[in-house]
C-alpha cells in the first residue's frame, strides 16, 4: 500500500501469488489487474504461474538470464513445444489443446482459457 502511495507510474510484483490459496490468489489478481485497467498503473508481473501469464498483454519468457521469448501470450502460447523444452509448464487449457491437437484434434490456434477451449470444442 506504501508503494502506491507515491502513484507511480509503473509497480513490479515478483510471484505475488506464490503460497496463497485459490481464493487469495483471485483477490490479488484481481487487485493488479483493477490497478492497471483503473489507475492506468503499468504492471510488471514475475510468475512461474503461466495461467495467470495469460491475462497479460505481453509475456517475456526468460532461460538462463536471457529473454527468449517476448510477445503477446498467443503467440507465445502457441510455441508449446519450445516452452515444454524449456523445462516451462503450460496453462492448462493450452495444455489439453496441445495434447489434443497431437491426438489429431482440430482445434483453432490461441486457445488460452478453459472457456475458450470448451467453445471451440462445441
Known sequence: AGALATRPACIV???????????????ILATIHRLNR???LTVILITHAMDEAVAADRVLVMHAGRVVMDDTPAAVFARSDDLLALGLDLPPAVEIAHRLRAHGVP????????????????
Open 107 to 122: 482445434l483453432p490456434a490461441g486457445l488460452l482459457t478453459v472457456e475458450q477451449l470448451a467453445q471451440a470444442l462445441c
Open 13 to 27: 510484483f515478483d510471484e505475488p501469488t506464490s503460497m496463497l490459496d485459490p481464493a487469495g490468489r483471485r483477490q
Open 38 to 40: 483503473e489507475e492506468g
